[in-house]
């Protein structure tokens, strides 16, 4: 069956249901999807409430639906949720989420807060590479349901944000001993092992226990013979343990502690593209063509680090203290302490240059391109500590008219040793942390028959052409916020919802940065020379100290209206808030940035429909008046300086957006079996006006990329559609419950950087703009066979994209400047069985 035809069969058989919720999922009973819909329980106001009932716009997924489309992490959640993607860049662990434009960029707080449990992800505090603030790997195993909550939810929540939240719920502890035992066998070698087991060990007692091991090697083959022979690997161990203490009638203690650990081959790109005659480009281009004559194919790429890895260790301990003071008043305490390390030595950008051969003079003498390694004296990228305390209240008046909620927040980052890397920039080196090697490409260039002579005379310096940058750091976070947010019945019908939070960020970075030169002329040796990176420190260390800090009110005022039980039409004004920062790495007059503010509207509808056909259909509009908003700018070094800085990023508070957009989510049940299910999103973003940096002709930074307005914001389709149909078998009860399900997620084009809009770019590009990705669709099969002729063994078979389709999920946009661009590539298709016992 071709493409066309997979896709016109999943789309008439879900349009029929008139654009379906995501929300629910067909439990192992047999119920239908969106029958199960109106009764789904969430805690997206911090309280237990009817997915139904909550006036927010909300994509919930239980763990059925989890393992059924194979999620195990955050890319996975980005495709099957609208409005909600995944900035692939640092590769899967080091994800961050995007909903409705609003993006997290290197260096800047999340735009999207990532919660287990009620408690915020940890943060990472590498002063050059994300890490931590996301879900890392083991985070999608026994999970009650993952909620994505779009909008700003800057009122209830620990962190501020101008997105949203994804909350990951756990599965708490029961009164019943059970368990299960899953084992899962697929291509590319996968081999997963799930384990969970409750004990009831007293009444007032209970126990939960978990455990999650999943390998899987790598689909995207390495052809340069130099380090591990495939990337994008699995490789990872989560435990988990929970614990319910009743120590009295009224007073409850919920522990949970989890440890995870990964150790990969780590993230890579592909090399896609070449501007021959631009700065690196006709490297580029000759690797490209060396690639095309060994027919080398769409899942391969090339590394130039040995030893090339990716490990993340993380353990948290979170304990939850809740007391049932009264029946109009509930005391809860939410204590947790995290640590995440991670080591990342990586070639990123899947770079294998070499320089041509000098017949009789000099051979081809290979090069590396910002590549990342540990810093020599730092422990890996990231070796931080997060401790969070909320002490909260939560009352009712009584007589159903008026519920409350109040509380205090704190959370303390703090350094546990210093972390860094060591970056190699268009250099040779043999031994990168003993500063072992050489500048071949200004020793070429000094070579020119024009240049050459000059330098012998002292008349212009040595051209330096590569360097190797040093970068380490210790980052410390606080963050303090008071809030209270109430509901008042002002009919029986009519609520009004009121909510004021007070936030005070502070961060404190201490970073060191040097950039080393080699000598160039007019022979390649001898020892570097150091210099500071930053024009206001100085040798031996650079040393720089830099602190910021912001406060700001954030707040909710909302209606809705129920006419009929199952109708809720609401409306709302939030204003949302994201801390300010500090980017070391950035030229210094940019190193600090502020807070960045949205003016958040919105409006919509909730039904649910019962009956002989049954179903449910959700719909909310928005907009989105963004100010000082935190825009990703380039710098490069300045040649008429000729600094020898590598190439850097940093926000800056250059912009002002406006975004809007409509959400649709419903789900239909034509008749008992058949679940229909589709969700749509409409994102329409633009930048109205830029302020982008002017840096003085002395500075060794120059702005290498701009934004202009009228620009769609990053990492924001227009369109994304997610449609699922799934259809239980009318076998009788003997055989157990047998269905079948397919899904197809389209994401139209969206842009990922602006860096090469200009027209030499896009004519070199063969006439298109490289910073936008094309369409992507994607479509996923599943077979389950539940409760197999009445034992207690359930058989899943599944299949993602099952077409095989090739497509892009990020390019950094480096064709402009560095004469190249590479790609992050989505998964290719995957296939395999789980066999799951229960008891």
């Not at 060990?201 to 591990?228: C, H, M, Y």
């Not at 609520?495 to 970075?509: F, M």
Request: hydrophobic share 40%; with cysteine.
């Amino acid at each position: 069956m071709t493409k066309k035809r997979y896709f016109a069969l999943i789309a008439s058989t879900s349009l029929a249901s008139v654009l379906a919720p995501k929300a629910g999922a067909q439990e192992a009973a047999g119920r239908n999807v969106s029958t199960a819909n109106a009764d789904i329980i969430v805690t997206a106001r911090r309280v237990e409430e009817r997915l139904q009932d909550v006036p927010i716009s909300i994509t919930v997924f239980n763990q059925q639906e989890i393992s059924r489309a194979n999620i195990v992490n955050a890319e996975d959640l980005a495709k099957l949720t609208p409005s909600l993607s995944a900035n692939t860049s640092f590769g899967s662990e080091n994800s961050t989420f995007a909903i409705r434009g609003f993006v997290q960029d290197i260096g800047t707080a999340p735009s999207v807060g990532n919660y287990f449990a009620d408690v915020v992800a940890p943060r990472g505090g590498s002063p050059s590479i994300p890490s931590g603030d996301g879900a890392g790997p083991g985070s999608f195993f026994d999970l009650q349901n993952v909620q994505v909550l779009k909008g700003p939810q800057g009122t209830l929540f620990g962190r501020n944000t101008t997105g949203g939240a994804v909350l990951l719920v756990p599965q708490k502890p029961t009164s019943a001993f059970e368990g299960y035992v899953e084992g899962t066998l697929g291509n590319y070698d996968q081999r997963r092992l799930q384990t969970v087991v409750n004990i009831p060990v007293a009444e007032t007692f209970r126990v939960r226990l978990g455990v999650d091991r999943q390998k899987r090697d790598g689909w995207l083959r390495n052809t340069s013979g130099i380090g591990p022979s495939r990337f994008n690997d699995i490789d990872y161990l989560a435990a988990r343990a929970s614990i319910v203490a009743d120590l009295t009638p009224n007073l409850e203690n919920y522990m949970i502690a989890s440890y995870t650990k990964s150790d990969t081959s780590g993230p890579l790109q592909k090399l896609i593209a070449c501007n021959p005659g631009v700065a690196l480009g006709d490297f580029a281009c000759a690797q490209l063509a060396d690639a095309e004559g060994k027919a080398e194919g769409f899942y391969t790429a090339r590394s130039d680090v040995e030893g090339a890895k990716s490990k993340t260790e993380t353990w948290q301990v979170i304990n939850t203290t809740t007391w049932q003071a009264s029946d109009h008043l509930t005391v809860k305490n939410i204590a947790s302490y995290a640590q995440l390390k991670q080591t990342l030595r990586s070639a990123l950008f899947g770079t294998q240059f070499s320089t041509p051969a000098i017949p009789g003079f000099l051979p081809s003498v290979p090069f590396n391109f910002a590549t990342v390694i540990p810093a020599p004296n730092a422990k890996g990228l990231s070796n931080q500590s997060t401790f969070t305390e909320e002490f909260q209240l939560q009352g009712n008046s009584g007589d159903g008219r008026l519920t409350w909620q109040a509380g205090v927040y704190y959370e303390r980052s703090a350094p546990l040793s210093l972390t860094g890397s060591q970056s190699p920039n268009t250099i040779n080196c043999t031994d990168i942390a003993q500063l072992q090697c050489t500048d071949i490409l200004g020793f070429l260039a000094n070579l020119n028959p024009n240049v050459t002579p000059l330098v012998v005379a002292g008349i212009i310096p040595p051209i330096q052409a590569g360097s190797v940058n040093y970068t380490v750091g210790r980052l410390t976070t606080r963050s303090i916020g008071t809030y209270a947010q109430a509901n008042y019945a002002l009919t029986d019908q009519l609520k009004l919802t009121a909510g004021i939070r007070y936030t005070w960020d502070r961060q404190q970075s201490d970073t060191a940065q040097i950039s080393y030169l080699f000598p160039t002329f007019p022979v390649p040796v001898g020892p570097p020379t150091a210099s500071c990176t930053r024009g206001n420190t100085s040798l031996p260390d650079c040393a720089l100290q830099l602190s910021q800090k912001s406060s700001a009110p954030t707040w909710l005022v909302g209606l809705d209206f129920k006419p009929v039980e199952d109708l809720l039409l609401y409306a709302k004004y939030a204003r949302g808030y994201r801390t300010g920062g500090i980017k070391s790495d950035a030229p210094v007059a940019f190193s600090v940035f502020r807070p960045e503010k949205v003016d958040a509207y919105e409006i919509g509808l909730k039904s649910s429909f019962r009956g002989p056909v049954r179903g449910n259909f959700n719909v909310a509009a928005f907009y989105n008046d963004f100010s000082d908003q935190q825009l990703q700018v380039g710098f490069a070094d300045n040649p008429a300086v000729n600094g020898g800085v590598s190439a850097t990023a940093g926000p800056v508070n250059a912009g002002r957006s406006r975004i809007y957009g409509v959400e649709v989510e419903a789900g239909l049940n034509p008749f008992d079996g058949l679940s229909l299910n589709a969700s749509y999103a409409y994102l329409n973003t633009r930048i109205k006006s830029v302020d982008l940096p002017q840096l003085p002709p002395t500075d060794p930074y120059i702005v290498s990329s701009t934004v202009l307005p009228g620009d769609q914001l990053a990492l924001a389709p227009k369109h994304k559609v997610v449609l699922t149909a799934n259809y239980m078998l009318p076998l009788g009860e003997g055989v157990g419950a047998v269905s079948v399900g397919a899904t197809y997620s389209h994401t139209g084009k969206q842009r990922v950087n602006y860096a090469a809009r200009d027209a030499a770019s896009i004519a070199a590009n063969g006439g298109r703009d490289i910073g936008v990705l094309a369409p992507i669709d994607l479509l996923n099969l599943n077979f389950d066979w539940r409760r197999i002729a009445g034992s207690p063994v359930d058989l899943s078979l599944f299949m993602t994209n099952v077409t095989k389709e090739r497509y892009y999920t990020f390019t950094p946009g480096l064709f402009a400047v560095a004469g190249f661009e590479v790609a992050n590539l989505g998964e290719p298709q995957t296939y395999g069985a789980r066999l799951r016992y229960s008891f």
